[in-house]
C-alpha cells in the first residue's frame, strides 16, 4: 500500500472533486491521480518539458481541471487559496512538501481551513527508520541529497494529537509512514507542549513509535474508511 493507492480510495470513497497536491517534484503521483478538479503546489516543478507546456495551458474548468502553482506553499496559502477553495472546498490533499516539522504543521493547518466535513489529509514520510532518514535538511543536503529522507515531519503529528480536540491523526506503517488527518474527536490525545516537541529528537521516536504516531498497520485503512479491502 502507498499514497496513490490510499488517496486513489479515498477520492472514489468520498467522490471526491477537489485534490491538492503540496510537493509535486516530478508529477509520479499527482498526474496519474483522477479527479475531476486537482491543484499543485510546487516551488520547482521538475516535470519533462511536454508537462510543463501543458501546465501552462488554461485548462477548461469543471471537466477535468488540473491548476499548477510554482511557489511555496505558504506562498499559495496566502496569495491563492481562499479564491480556489471558495469555488469547490479542499476534500483529499497530500501533504509532501518541505519535510520539516514547521513546514508540514503549517500545511496541514492551513489545509484544514479549506477542508470539508469527511474530508481527509494525507501525510507523506512520517515514520523514519533510522536517524540518517530524520536529518535535517542541511545534513541531507551536506551528503549531497543521497538517500531517502523523510526529516523531522513526524514531530508535525505529534504536535497535531497534542494541540487539537478538533482532528484524529493516525499514521498507517506503509510507504514511509502515511498520516491520515480527519476531522472529528481524537482517538487519543497526547500531552505535549510545543516547547517539549521542540526538543524532541530520534531516539525519542524510537523509544515511543507506537504512541507518539498513534502507528496502526496498514490494513487499519480499510476498516476505518469502510472500504472493502
Ligand atoms: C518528495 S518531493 C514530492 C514527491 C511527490 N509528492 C510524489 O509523491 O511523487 C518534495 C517536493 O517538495 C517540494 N517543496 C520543497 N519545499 C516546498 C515548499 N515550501 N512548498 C511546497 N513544496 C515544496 C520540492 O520542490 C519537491 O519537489
Known amino acids: 500500500m502507498n499514497r ?7 477520492i472514489r470513497k468520498i467522490n471526491a472533486h477537489t485534490y491538492l497536491e503540496i510537493g509535486v517534484f516530478k508529477g509520479y503521483n499527482f498526474f496519474p491521480i483522477r479527479a475531476p ?4 503546489v510546487d516551488p520547482y516543478f521538475k516535470m519533462k518539458w511536454y508537462k510543463k507546456i501543458w501546465m501552462h495551458i488554461k485548462q477548461p ?6 491548476r499548477f502553482f510554482e511557489k511555496e506553499s ?5 496569495e491563492n487559496a481562499e479564491k480556489v477553495f471558495a469555488e469547490k472546498a479542499l476534500q483529499v490533499s497530500l501533504v509532501d512538501g ?7 504543521l503549517r500545511d496541514v493547518e492551513n489545509c484544514l ?5 469527511g474530508g481527509v489529509i494525507v501525510m507523506h514520510d512520517c515514520n523514519p527508520v533510522t536517524p540518517e532518514h530524520a536529518g535535517t535538511f542541511e545534513e541531507w543536503k551536506a551528503a549531497r541529497f543521497t538517500g531517502k529522507w523523510n526529516g523531522d515531519v ?9 494541540t487539537r480536540d478538533d482532528i484524529n491523526v493516525f499514521v498507517l506503517d506503509c510507504d514511509e509512514g502515511l498520516g491520515i488527518i480527519t ?20 531516539n525519542d521516536l524510537e523509544q515511543n513509535r507506537e504512541a507518539l504516531l498513534n502507528l496502526k498497520p496498514a490494513n487499519y485503512f480499510f476498516d476505518y474508511f469502510n472500504i472493502p479491502n
Open 74 to 78: 505558504d506562498r499559495f496559502f496566502r
Open 61 to 66: 474548468a469543471n471537466i477535468w481541471e488540473s
Open 37 to 40: 478538479r486537482k491543484i499543485a
Open 183 to 202: 476531522k472529528g474527536a481524537p482517538e487519543k490525545k497526547l500531552p505535549y507542549s510545543p516547547e517539549q516537541i521542540r526538543h524532541m529528537g530520534y
Open 113 to 117: 481551513q479549506y477542508l470539508e466535513e
Open 154 to 162: 513526524w514531530k508535525s503529528i505529534v504536535h497535531l494529537r497534542s
Open 4 to 10: 496513490r493507492f490510499v488517496i486513489e480510495r479515498l
Open 98 to 104: 518541505m519535510h520539516e516539522y514547521g513546514y508540514a
